[in-house]
């Protein structure tokens, strides 16, 4: 890992480099909400601070779209001929992603490109750099503390290329992949080498934040994953769970671990094309099959299995992770109120057993 | 780099009529270099689209020995189903897989078989009953229980015929509802476990039917003393990728697609939610 200053006062000089070069994608206030999209100027500078901004999506979409053809066909007579759609895709630069949303990448990257590589997000995220703004005072809503999704990017255990750190008037720019350097070098007249006692200076600022977390969610998360691993939630508290929920698929489209999609089929004439799109595993169509019969046919079966796989040492073991980075959207998003700090907080105060004194 | 999600295009070669409902669609995948490296392991599947209506998962049911001239047999439900059985022999169709763990068979060598096959249950069974017989030599006694609604609804009625005949099988079938024609068994395939002199050690058991004769098929084995570990059957769940991305398929922390279709009761009894 390579470590540099950059001055505020030069950040736009850096960013429009980039943008030379790049697409550069930044949060944007659009009315009410914030979401990332292609910066056409310089980017919001209220976004690039420490205080914990998060855009009303993940930017999932970048490396795993709302909708994306797979292949087209066209018939010509007796021939059929099948075309993927053009696998170039412009290099992006993403600039101010929070470090929960990076870590979210990073689960997706395991998913997608392990045990059958997905080579649509692959050429998708193989030309996108990433630029974290590490988090020194977080949000209401946020638990990246317990998740092990933040505040700050560890550069001995998080994959990422750079992460911003704010310190007032200067950001220490940590650099951890080759494609981090590359952007650096885009003008390395702009970064200069850290005075020694910086590094003691990032690790109080990351100290103080990750003290700031409200001790709630955090202390409880550890409960709840051993009690989904062993099964021994009652099937009430799933049932609860479930009649708070509107089927709406929200907390699934908002997450940036959630990767579930269904595929379309689309004809016209003598062509036309599979594509996919999100799904969710909040939706009852989601397991129903031929016969009609549904495995997951009641809200609450559906609540834990999304739940399961989030939270279950099953699937940390598989993933590396659990599949949750602690980002709070889908409290923002369900209109039942149920988010997963509720979900771990109902699982807690279910419990009647030993694991209460936890 | 393979694109997981591309179909290879393959021609429809032969269509036979099993049913009223069912047809066996004989493929040829049309690239050559394809054609020619396409292997699969007995109870792998593959997925079929005919393209722009939609794909669905369809267990291989030829012999793996013979991977250039494959086929699966498919009874028509519903939309992808009806449009395969509308094409015609020359008609093209994509096919992507296999996929799928698959039956053990160099695992159970020298051991008992027995199979207990439940209509259209029949099918993938089939891809490893034919090795087996052609390595015959290789494994103890072989036997085949098959059961189907009626006569009209059992599948490769020529191949019983021969597999009654045969001195090295053990072969019964029954239905359900008989009809004029019909003097053979009547009675769900359980019934006739009793006359089957079903020989339990040492012995493998192979179970594929619709999930309501999986269920009593398993819970009669066992009465007769076969260990969940020796009771293999296939799970059947809505599936859209055969890879392992979509989600669909997930029971527990596995994955029917990829970590299936084929698991032991043992290994059904261990998943978080009722599965037979
Ligand atoms: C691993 C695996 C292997 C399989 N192997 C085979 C195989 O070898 N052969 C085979 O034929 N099938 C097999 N299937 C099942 C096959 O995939 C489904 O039949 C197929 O997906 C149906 O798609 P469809 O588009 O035709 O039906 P859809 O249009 O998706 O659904 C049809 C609709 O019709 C109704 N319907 C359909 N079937 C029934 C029914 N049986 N009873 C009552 N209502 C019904 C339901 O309302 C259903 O929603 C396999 C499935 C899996 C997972
Ligand atoms: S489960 Fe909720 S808090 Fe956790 S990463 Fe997904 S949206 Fe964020
Ligand atoms: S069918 Fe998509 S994950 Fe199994």
């Known amino acids: 890992m390579n470590q540099y200053v950059l001055l505020k006062t030069d950040l736009n000089r850096w960013v429009e480099m980039a943008r030379k070069k790049y697409r550069v994608y930044a949060p944007e206030r659009v009315q009410e909400d914030i979401f990332f999209a292609p910066l056409l100027g310089p980017p919001e500078s209220e976004f690039l601070t420490g205080l914990a901004v998060l855009p009303y999506l993940p930017p999932k979409d970048l490396v795993f779209p709302q909708s994306e053809i797979l292949f087209s066909y066209s018939r010509e007579g007796e021939k059929i001929a099948l075309t993927v759609p053009d696998q170039e895709t412009e290099a992006s630069v993403l600039l101010g992603i929070r470090s929960c949303d990076t870590v979210g990448i990073s689960w997706m990257d395991k998913f997608f490109r392990e045990n059958f590589n997905d080579t649509y997000y692959g050429r998708r995220r193989d030309n996108l750099i990433t630029v974290t703004i590490a988090c020194n005072r977080p949000i209401k809503n946020c638990f990246c503390v317990c998740c092990e999704g933040g505040p700050f990017l560890d550069p001995g255990k998080n994959s990422f290329d750079l992460q911003l750190i704010d310190m007032n008037d200067r950001y220490l720019v940590e650099c951890n992949s080759d494609q981090g350097e590359t952007l650096i070098n885009l003008d390395p007249a702009l970064f200069s080498a850290p005075p020694p006692d910086m590094e003691a200076m990032r690790n109080r600022l990351e100290e103080e934040a990750r003290s700031m977390f409200l001790p709630e969610p955090t202390s409880y998360m550890g409960t709840a994953i051993r009690r989904i691993t062993a099964d021994s939630v009652p099937s009430e508290v799933w049932t609860e769970l479930g009649e708070r929920c509107f089927d709406d698929g929200g907390c699934t489209f908002v997450c940036p671990c959630c990767s579930c999609f269904g595929v379309g089929y689309l004809a016209h004439g003598s062509g036309g094309c599979h594509y996919r799109f999100w799904d969710s595993c909040d939706y009852s169509g989601f397991t129903r099959e031929v016969s009609g019969h549904n495995p997951r046919g009641e809200k609450g079966e559906r609540f834990k299995r999304r739940f399961f796989h989030k939270l279950s040492y099953q699937y940390v073991k598989k993933d590396g992770r659990i599949g949750c980075v602690g980002c709070g959207r889908c409290i923002t998003a369900c209109p039942g109120e149920v988010g997963m700090p509720t979900v771990v907080e109902t699982i807690r105060r279910s419990d009647t057993g030993d694991s209460s004194k936890e | ?276």
């Not at chain 2, 395969?84 to 096919?95: E, N």
């Not at chain 2, 993938?124 to 006694?141: C, N, Q, T, V, Y």
């Not at chain 2, 009771?231 to 669909?248: A, D, F, N």
């Open chain 2, 1 to 276: 780099m393979t694109n997981i999600y591309l179909p290879h295009l393959a021609r429809i070669i032969t269509i036979q009529d099993d049913t009223y409902d069912t047809k066996t669609f004989g493929l040829e995948l049309v690239d050559a270099e394809a054609r020619n490296t396409f292997r699969f392991r007995p109870g792998q599947f593959l997925e079929i689209a005919v393209l722009g209506v939609g794909e669905a998962p369809f267990g291989l049911a030829s012999n793996p020995n013979h991977p250039e001239a494959f086929f699966v047999t498919i009874r028509a439900v519903g939309s992808v189903t009806d449009a395969l059985h509308k094409l015609s022999p020359g008609d093209i169709v994509g096919v992507r897989g296999p996929f799928g763990n698959g039956f053990p068979f160099d695992e159970i060598k020298g051991k008992n078989v027995l199979f207990v096959a439940g209509g259209i249950g029949l099918p993938p069974l089939r891809s490893l009953i034919e090795p087996m017989l052609d390595a015959r030599s290789e494994f103890g006694d072989v036997q085949i229980l098959y059961g189907a609604r009626s006569p009209a609804d059992l599948v490769y009625k020529n191949r019983l015929k021969e597999w009654e005949t045969m001195q090295d099988v053990r072969f019964m079938m029954t239905v359900d509802v008989g009809d004029s024609g019909w003097s053979g068994n009547v009675g769900v395939v359980t019934t006739i476990f009793p006359k089957a002199d079903i020989i339990v050690d040492n012995t493998v058991a192979f179970v594929c039917g619709p999930p309501i004769m999986i269920r009593f098929a398993i819970m009669e084995l066992l009465r007769l003393g076969f260990a969940p570990a020796n009771i293999i059957s296939t799970l059947e769940r809505y599936m859209k990728c055969g890879v392992g991305k979509c989600g669909h398929c997930a029971i527990g922390h596995k994955y029917v697609c990829l970590d299936g279709p084929v698991f032991s009761y043992r290994e059904m009894m261990k998943l978080p939610e009722r599965v037979v």
